[in-house]
C-alpha cells in the first residue's frame, strides 16, 4: 500500500510538473507546495478528479509526523529485561504487532520486537530476555513531512518508527499504516466491524487526541491556532492548569466581544489527560436572561 500511494503521488507531481512545462530536474526547487496547488488548480489537462487527488495528497503530504504518530502516553513499552514469560501477558493483553523496547526510560528506546518474536518462536524459551530479540529501530525528527518520512520508512523497510521530539527524547511512534492513512483515509480490514459514519455537527462527543482539523470537521467549529495540536491541548492552554472532570472552556467566536460560539466540557481523563470532551452550542448571554417561569425575556416578539 505505501508503494502504491509514493509512486502514485511521484508520478502525479511529475505529471503535472510536464503539463506545466517545468522539468523534474531544473527549477523543481523554485515551486513552492502553495504555487504547485495553484497550478494544479488551474490546469485544464487535468480532469477535476486527478486534480482533487492531487491536492489533497499534497495538502495531506506537508502534514508533520508530529500531528499523526501516537503519543508517548499512549505507546506500550516492553523492557528489554523481561523474559518471555513476563512479556507475553503484555503483548496479549494488547492488539499491537510491534512494541518498542526500552532500556531504562521510554527515551531510551533500544530496538523494537514483534508479536511473533514473544509468541511463536520455534525455540521458545521463557527464559530468553527481551533485549535478546530486538531489531533495529527507525527513528523520526517530530518535525519530517509525512510523504516524506512514508517514502524513507518504505525505502529502508521499516514499519515503525520512533518519533524524536526536539529534545532528543521520544514523543510517540508512527507506523506506515498511519502514514497512509493520512494520505487516502481509514484503512479497515475485512475481519474489523463496518465503520459507523462519523455523525457532525452539535452537540458532540470528542476524544480529546483529537487534532484541530479533524474537530473543526467533526463539529463545525474552528479552535484558534496555538502552542497545542489537540482539542485537549487546546482546553489545557485555555485553563492554564490541568484539567479536571467538569471543567468548561468557551471557544471565542467573531466577532470579538460575543460569547463563545462553542461550549467544551470535559467529560473523562485518562492520566493527567484529557479523554473525552462534550460540545455544546453556547448560548448568548441575553439568550440566557429568562423569566422565573421559563420564557425568554430577550426573544423579540412579532410584530402584531
Do not use: W
Not at 493520512?182 to 476524544?207: H, K, N, Q
Not at 484541530?212 to 496555538?226: I, K, Q, Y
Not at 466581544?257 to 485518562?270: I, Q
Amino acid at each position: 500500500m505505501a508503494r502504491v500511494v509514493v509512486r502514485a503521488a511521484d508520478g502525479a507531481l511529475r505529471l503535472v510538473t510536464d503539463l506545466l512545462g517545468a522539468g523534474t530536474a531544473t527549477g523543481r526547487e523554485r515551486i513552492s507546495a502553495a504555487e504547485l496547488r495553484d497550478l494544479v488548480a488551474a490546469n485544464t489537462v487535468l480532469d477535476p478528479v486527478g486534480r482533487r487527488i492531487i491536492d489533497e495528497v499534497l495538502v495531506a503530504g506537508a502534514s508533520l509526523v508530529r500531528e499523526v504518530m501516537m503519543p508517548r502516553t499512549e505507546v506500550v513499552f516492553l523492557s528489554a529485561t523481561l523474559t518471555l514469560a513476563e512479556a507475553e501477558p503484555l503483548v496479549r493483553a494488547d492488539t499491537h504487532s510491534r512494541y518498542p523496547v526500552i532500556d531504562g526510560t521510554h527515551d531510551d528506546v533500544v530496538g523494537v520486537v514483534h508479536l511473533r518474536d514473544v509468541l511463536l518462536r520455534p525455540d521458545h524459551d521463557p527464559g530468553i530476555r527481551v533485549g535478546q530479540l530486538i531489531r533495529d529501530v527507525k527513528r523520526l525528527p517530530a518535525s519530517k513531512r509525512v510523504l516524506a518520512a512514508l517514502t524513507e520508512m518504505r525505502r529502508e523497510g521499516h514499519h515503525l518508527a520512533v518519533v524524536v521530539d526536539e529534545y532528543g527524547g521520544t514523543a510517540g511512534i508512527v507506523t506506515c499504516e498511519d502514514l497512509i492513512e493520512e494520505l487516502v483515509g481509514e484503512i479497515y480490514d475485512e475481519y474489523a466491524d463496518p465503520p459507523e459514519p462519523p455523525l457532525t455537527g452539535l452537540p458532540a462527543v470528542v476524544d480529546g487526541r483529537l487534532n484541530l482539523a479533524d474537530f473543526a470537521e467533526r463539529t463545525g467549529v474552528p479552535l484558534p491556532s496555538g502552542p497545542y495540536e489537540t482539542v485537549g491541548g487546546f482546553v489545557m492552554a485555555r485553563l492554564g492548569r490541568l484539567p479536571a472532570p467538569g471543567d468548561e472552556v468557551a471557544v471565542p467566536a467573531e466577532p470579538a466581544g460575543r460569547s463563545g460560539d462553542a461550549l467544551l466540557r470535559v467529560l473523562t481523563l485518562e492520566g493527567r489527560r484529557v479523554a473525552r470532551l462534550a460540545v455544546t452550542a453556547a448560548r448568548l448571554p441575553e439568550q440566557r436572561r429568562e423569566t422565573a417561569d421559563g420564557t425568554d425575556r430577550a426573544r423579540p416578539t412579532s410584530p402584531s
